[in-house]
């Protein structure tokens, strides 16, 4: 069998997707700010897109810019917030994308105060201290995720996004990990920057999308042309945006059903994790269905010496997984969010998707119980 339970990482593409890109890859290829027939098809794709994104979000057409995905978004909303609002003071957390992470990281280098959101020992939100955060500090940009991409912890958006507001400071969220697998509604959440990228909800790579409150006005980030309302230099990715926007309505459409389906595929191998390898935990809330996002399961795994050759067996069963963001494959430096947390060690995200199977799980478990006999528990 061959299982994918890496769909944090990237999902498949949607064969509904592909079909709809397909016109603008073979037959529709003007470029989009020519002013001829050609060059007015595709302008028009574009905008049919980014209308129809904003409807399914509750903004304004004006408020979606695209981009090349959720790090270009994220580095656009926090660096163009940064100098164009004179920012002096950033709130954020350990355990956030490196897109964000990175990115904060860079302009406290440069000068910026930087307050690291106190966590509990699952990875939550210390919301009192978010809150004398701001209020003592004016000039203050939040930086936030909704969903953490590898334990699955969610930020409550209204709470955090109604303490921005209280005290004037401007919220960024990355919300890569929930666009279009959580509806999102614009006009009741206080959010000033929220992104998105295609290839999370089973749309194409390379393509992505940033939300900008109207009240909101920004430099460009990348600068050379007039695209994307003078926000985005560069001819436009136009069948990835066409992707997006088909992505997306398929996921709001089907929203409810793919939520129960995939909820029972965590449920059910959390059931037979606990019932067939002896010791397991779960990070941050992953098993939490309150608190977590329902496509994540994030699993320590009890100290043995198979441990560091698990992901590699896994693999060679046909099943892939992941031990952190695929961001950062490639490095041995281990998850840093499991480390800001000190549980770095044994640990695999299982993430799901609507095309993953009850007969899935059952044998990932069942390969897990036969690769190693448990020395302690985590």
């Known amino acids: 069998m061959n299982v994918y339970f890496d769909n944090a990482a990237t999902t498949p593409i949607d064969e509904q997707v592909f079909e709809e890109m397909k016109p603008f890859m073979l037959e529709h290829y003007g470029n989009p700010s020519s002013t001829h027939s050609h060059g007015r098809k595709v302008r028009t794709a574009i905008e049919r897109a980014r209308k129809k994104v904003a409807e399914l979000l509750n903004a304004a057409p004006a408020e979606i810019f695209f981009t090349s995905g959720g790090t270009e978004a994220d580095n656009t909303a926090i660096q163009c917030t940064v100098s164009k609002e004179n920012i002096q003071h950033i709130v954020t957390s350990r355990i956030e994308h490196h897109a964000v992470l990175h990115t904060v990281q860079t302009l406290e280098k440069r000068g910026i105060k930087v307050t690291y959101v106190k966590l509990d020992d699952d990875g939550l939100i210390d919301y009192d201290h978010l809150e004398e955060s701001i209020k003592n500090n004016p000039n203050t940009l939040v930086s936030l995720m909704h969903g953490n991409n590898e334990i699955g912890n969610l930020l409550d958006l209204e709470k955090a996004g109604s303490l921005c507001k209280e005290y004037g400071a401007y919220f960024h ?151 952190g963001s695929a961001c950062s494959s490639g490095s041995d430096i281990g998850s840093h969010v499991l480390a800001a947390l000190n549980k770095n060690k044994g640990s695999i995200r299982f993430s799901f998707s609507k095309y993953n199977t009850l007969e899935e799980v059952d044998y990932t478990v069942g390969k897990l119980s036969g690769l190693y006999q448990p020395q302690t528990t985590c």
């Open 173 to 323: 969220s990355d919300t890569v990990q929930t666009m279009a697998h959580y509806a999102h509604d614009m006009e009741k959440l206080h959010l000033d920057f929220a992104v998105g990228s295609a290839h999370k909800f089973h749309g194409p790579k390379g393509v992505g999308l940033l939300y900008i409150n109207h009240n909101n006005k920004i430099h460009p980030f990348i600068h050379g042309g007039a695209q994307e309302r003078n926000m985005r230099g560069g001819t436009e990715n136009v069948y990835g945006i066409v992707g997006l926007a088909k992505a997306m309505e398929i996921s709001y459409s089907g929203m409810d059903n793919h939520r129960r389906h995939i909820e029972s595929l965590k449920a059910r191998m959390i059931e037979k994790l606990k019932g067939q390898v002896g010791g397991i935990s779960f990070n941050g809330v992953s098993d939490n269905f309150d608190k977590s996002l329902y496509t994540v399961l994030n699993v320590c795994f009890p100290v043995s010496d198979d441990n560091d050759m698990l992901l590699f067996n896994l693999d060679i069963e046909g099943i892939s997984a992941s031990g």
